[in-house]
């Protein structure tokens, strides 16, 4: 596969520092959300370039640093709503062109709009039967699953990391059954790093396994994202 290395995208500048009045019946957690969206540079820029969420960036960022979208790729994307990095990977792999033999797969429970060039799914990853969906689109091998799934966070952070570190465990266990050699697998988790259990089998399955904190991921975030790179195969 060649590469599909365009010109970066720009990076935002700083915020505008825009405060927000409390409004009557808005919670003080409502307004400071409102207040950090109007002041996030990233969000600026994704409404100025046409993504959907600012997440796109998280992916741009981690492509810019591991060229892991080429022309000719099959991507499964997990957790795509509302389509930021879905946006992002066909942009990428131009699988708007059905020439490049390129084809991306959006999962989501959620409903999405659609996005030119990629297959979007509204199916729970978390059910059986979905396996079966992404397969009859993907075809028998991936060269990519990327997860950016999370659940609801709850505020305790100990629930939080065992239900994200959970969908992680399921996202990776679909990939290594997905996955064709050389292939790769990114997913969020949570700062503390992948439990030493997955991150055991993840180095035992992959040349490479790193932690990532994109630029665009929010200073006060704790979330992170495993890469893991150059799939061996199923033993």
């Known amino acids: 596969m060649t590469s599909n290395r365009g010109h970066s995208k720009a990076r935002p500048g700083r915020?505008?520092?825009?405060?927000?009045k409390s409004a009557k019946g808005r919670k003080i957690s409502s307004t400071l959300w409102?207040?950090?969206?109007?002041?996030?540079?990233?969000?600026?820029?994704?409404?100025?370039?046409?993504?959907?969420?600012?997440?796109?960036?998280?992916?741009?960022?981690?492509?810019?640093?591991?060229?892991?979208?080429?022309?000719?790729?099959?991507?499964?994307?997990?957790?795509?709503?509302?389509?930021?990095?879905?946006?992002?990977?066909?942009?990428?792999?131009?699988?708007?062109?059905?020439?490049?033999?390129?084809?991306?797969?959006?999962?989501?429970?959620?409903?999405?709009?659609?996005?030119?060039?990629?297959?979007?799914?509204?199916?729970?990853?978390?059910?059986?039967?979905s396996e079966d969906a992404i397969r009859a689109e993907i075809g028998d091998?991936?060269?990519?699953?990327?997860?950016?799934?999370?659940?609801?966070?709850?505020?305790?952070?100990?629930?939080?990391?065992?239900?994200?570190?959970?969908?992680?465990?399921?996202?990776?266990?679909?990939?290594r059954q997905i996955l064709g050699p050389g292939g790769i697998f990114i997913a969020k988790v949570l700062q503390g790093g992948t439990e030493g259990a997955l991150l055991s089998l993840m180095k035992v399955d992959f040349e490479t396994v790193r932690h990532v904190k994109p630029p665009a991921s929010r200073t006060e975030s704790k979330e992170i994202f495993v890469v893991a790179m150059g799939f061996r195969g199923e033993k």
Request: proline fraction near 4%.
């Open 15 to 20: 915020g505008k520092n825009v405060r927000v």
């Open 34 to 129: 409102l207040q950090r969206q109007l002041n996030d540079p990233y969000v600026e820029l994704a409404a100025r370039e046409g993504y959907r969420s600012r997440a796109a960036y998280k992916l741009i960022e981690m492509d810019d640093r591991f060229h892991i979208l080429r022309r000719g790729c099959k991507v499964v994307d997990l957790g795509a709503a509302p389509g930021g990095w879905t946006q992002v990977i066909v942009e990428r792999t131009g699988a708007e062109n059905r020439s490049t033999g390129s084809r991306v797969v959006a999962v989501d429970i959620t409903e999405m709009d659609p996005i030119p060039g990629a297959t979007i799914l509204k199916v729970d990853f978390l059910d059986e039967s």
């Open 141 to 175: 091998s991936a060269d990519l699953v990327l997860s950016d799934m999370a659940p609801a966070m709850s505020g305790h952070t100990q629930t939080d990391h065992l239900r994200i570190m959970g969908m992680a465990e399921t996202a990776y266990d679909f990939a």
